[in-house]
């Protein structure tokens, strides 16, 4: 009786709805880290921007707080200057990276949807640091095949970060390890995808959750086999996979 009581209580302190944006198995240490670690240190124009796509319909595809916080510190570590985003929503990792490069510092943002970028632009704007974003609207893909054909971007960019369509993830990949430079960075984002990925074929997972997880794995498993790259996978956010190039 005792350990189907310890049992139970172990289960209501677990994440209950798949999407949540923590992999850890308590709300209350979440939220811990959250109070005591990210929010004291977030800076006003992204707290602003977090509090704001907290009110859009889609706001589960924003980047989490203390994956914001990570980013912002991976990029002054490596003295990040010249950087790619592919997937942008209202850009609250966007304005992680750009308050963390230095004035002159670069940052290629690719997204389908201008509407949701626009949403947080203004904030942006307010930062003081919209003049290090160059937005496309559109298709990723065509643009990665027309920059590797253009030549002059082969091993330009420092840090790239992925946060798109988990099933263009591995085509993502075989372009941007031609960008990235030897020794730079790729970042893959929700590759523990909501922790489905050791979810058994009868977990209740959400339909988009369970469409992608197959994508999701094949990713990590190409990852650990490329000889090109060294990856360390986080459980921060919904999981993120650096790769440093090698090659």
Not at 14 to 24: A, F, T
Not at 43 to 60: D, S
Not at 178 to 188: A, N, T
């Amino acid at each position: 009786m005792a350990a189907n009581q310890a049992e139970q209580q172990n289960q209501d302190g677990r994440h209950q709805e798949v999407g949540h944006k923590s992999l850890l198995q308590s709300d209350a240490l979440y939220q811990y880290i959250l109070e005591t670690s990210v929010y004291p240190k977030e800076p006003e124009p992204m707290k602003e921007l977090r509090e704001l796509t907290a009110n859009h319909p889609w706001n589960i595809m924003t980047t989490s707080a203390d994956e914001g916080q990570f980013l912002n510190m991976l990029l002054k570590l490596i003295n990040a200057k010249n950087t790619m985003e592919i997937g942008v929503y209202t850009g609250y990792s966007l304005l992680a990276t750009a308050l963390a490069l230095p004035e002159d510092g670069k940052i290629l943002a690719m997204d389908i949807n201008r509407e949701n970028y626009e949403l947080g632009l203004p904030v942006i704007q307010k930062a003081g640091v919209a003049h290090k974003i160059e937005f496309r609207e559109g298709p990723a893909l065509p643009a990665l095949d027309q920059m590797i054909k253009d030549g002059k971007y082969h091993g330009s960019f420092d840090f790239i970060f992925v946060d798109a369509d988990k099933d263009n993830y591995l085509n993502y990949h075989k372009r941007l390890i031609q960008l990235v430079k030897v020794g730079g960075v790729l970042g893959y984002d929700n590759t523990l995808w909501n922790g489905s990925v050791v979810a058994p074929p009868d977990a209740p997972l959400r339909k988009y959750v369970r469409y992608y997880k197959d994508f999701v794995l094949e990713l990590n498993k190409a990852l650990a086999a490329d000889p090109r790259i060294e990856i360390c996978q986080l459980p921060v956010g919904d999981g993120i996979t650096l790769c440093r190039r090698l090659s």
